[in-house]
């Protein structure tokens, strides 16, 4: 069992960057790869982007490359997402999550979720 907790939500005005935090429990972070994604109000949850196992690789939405970057740190069970040159359209609920597969851009192939973080980005 793994328990996720998201933090660093808040508002931030557009071109601003924020860095959102997921801390997991366990002692198994390292056998899972690690994935964000987010919901917007009235839309589809989707991915934003995942950091493989190891951290040696990562994966990015196309609405996200070159701003955005998702790396871990296996000493503290945490995943971030920092996220720079923010847009009024990234405003949504970001979640992280944990898979054990190596389909990382499929909400439905990730087993444990956080609850969620606001990032609201104000134009």
């Known amino acids: 069992q793994v328990q996720l907790v998201e933090s660093g939500g808040g508002l931030v005005q557009a071109g601003g960057s924020g860095r959102l935090s997921c801390a997991a429990s366990g002692r198994t972070f390292s056998t899972y790869a690690m994935g964000w994604f987010r919901q917007a109000p009235g839309k589809e949850r989707e991915f934003v982007a995942a950091?493989?196992?190891?951290?040696?690789?990562?994966y990015y939405a196309d609405s996200v490359k070159g701003r955005f970057t998702i790396s871990r740190d296996a000493a503290k069970n945490t995943v971030y997402l920092q996220m720079n040159s923010l847009k009024p359209e990234d405003t949504a609920v970001y979640y992280c999550?944990?898979?054990?597969?190596?389909?990382?851009?499929?909400?439905?192939?990730?087993?444990?979720w956080g609850q969620g973080t606001q990032v609201t980005v104000s134009s």
């Open positions: 950091i493989s196992k190891s951290g040696g690789s990562t």
């Open positions: 999550a944990a898979t054990r597969t190596s389909i990382l851009k499929i909400a439905g192939r990730y087993d444990y």
